[in-house]
């Protein structure tokens, strides 16, 4: 029996797992890379890293397995430049990274903000990659002089284990220079910006042959690779998502709520981000939470080291909705959505004497809910209608958490068998390229079932309605006493 392999190259490491015809995760592999912070702001890892990992992971779900097809998905927006003989010309620069504030600045004066939203359906944000381009430019003039190609991370993995050059229009989406409307690179983009479009790589849709393994430990040559797609979108096709229905929640480090659309649909502000899907002829949108599981791992990491998740949730669990007025921002790192604010920070607000460690987990709970909600709430400004969503990532794991964004979401959440993320949404674009799926909707047909579905709590939904109010007001009253 063959199997399908999706490789994902993320930000801590290359994930590997190999599916059988029937979506059942036979084998699953991870290697683990650094990641370097030069100077404040800044984020950065070798490539090099990304191909030894990568090699590695393959190799250990390929060992002993017949393999049709592999499917590539990735960490969006990073920068990968490379010269005329294909080295890599410095590290590359990552989508946490926020060196390019001017460069932002400098494409929205340059594209005009309206017109760049309309092209490309985002604001030029820091982690994009095309401000990238304009810092290299600016910064590394040497190096800048010297590009010849520009990958994005996953697409430069494929370099190496096909020896193609290529992308897929989900990730190419995340450069600030695709026409998402037109799926194809936009030379007015290029154009103001200056910069080559020679330097561009093809961009397919996600589930075409983008090139054949040439040379890796344990995988056999000439197996077909599908142009992938970033991991957000491949994380939303491994739980289902195809087409417009129920929304993507992504309880993971950051938070997700994306939604499949029939259309290109731009919000006018751009808060919430307008995407090509990994499925031809589809978009989506979504907005993004830097830190929504990844606020309760601060909260573990920085007061609650040796406390496993489970107890510090079962604290929670003893304060009712609202925990006494007691109130969490959680943009720890700045947020993306609803406000773009990278100098944005957390506030618990509210604190009594009668709050305790439970009461503060049980507001960084409902505050990461909150903010998932007001995401939701934009997606249903762009007409958005959703009657469920299917929930992913390590939050997930957490029933009371489930409840609460069931409850404030107003949405049934269901949780599907494999928990792979965006490995597994890989893996079926593998397969379809391998033609063990007639299409990516065949994929997620065969492979994709729903476990569980957690309703929201009446009760609790009521009391949300209240404090999301609150919750709401925080951003504007604090906004004025942040630190310059
Ligand atoms: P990433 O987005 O980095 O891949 P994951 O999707 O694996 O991360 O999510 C990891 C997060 O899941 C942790 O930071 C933690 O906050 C949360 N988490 C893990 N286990 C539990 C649990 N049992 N209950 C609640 N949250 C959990």
Redesign the pocket.
Known sequence: MSVCVGLDV?T?GAKAIAIDPDGGVVARAERGYPLSTPRPGWSEQDPEHWWRAAQAALADVSAGREVAGIGLSGQMHGLVTLDGAGRVLRPAILWNDQRTGAECAEIEERVGLDRLIALTGNRALTGFTAPKLLWLRRHEPDVYARIARVLLPKDYVRLRLTGEWASDVADASGTLLLDVARRTWSAEVLEALELPGAWLPPAFESAEVAGATIACDNVSQGIPVAAGSGDCAAAALGVGIDHAGPLSVV????GVVFAALPSFHAEPQARVHAFCHAVPGAWHAMGVMLSA??S??WF?DRLAVDVP??RL?AEADAWAPGAEGLLFQPYLAGERTPHADPRARAAFVGLGVRHDRGAMVRAVLEGVAFGLRDSLELLRGLGVEAEAARVS???A??PT?LRIVASVLGLPLETTAAEE?SAYGAALLGGVAGGVFADVHDAVARCVRVRETVEPDTTWAEAYEEIHGRYRALYPALKGVENA
């Not at 309880?251 to 950051?254: M, N």
Request: glycine share 34%; proline share 0%.
């Open positions: 993320g801590t309880l993971g480090t950051s599981a990844g309760l791992q573990h998740f489970e949730v990532g390590g939050g794991r957490s958490w993320g």
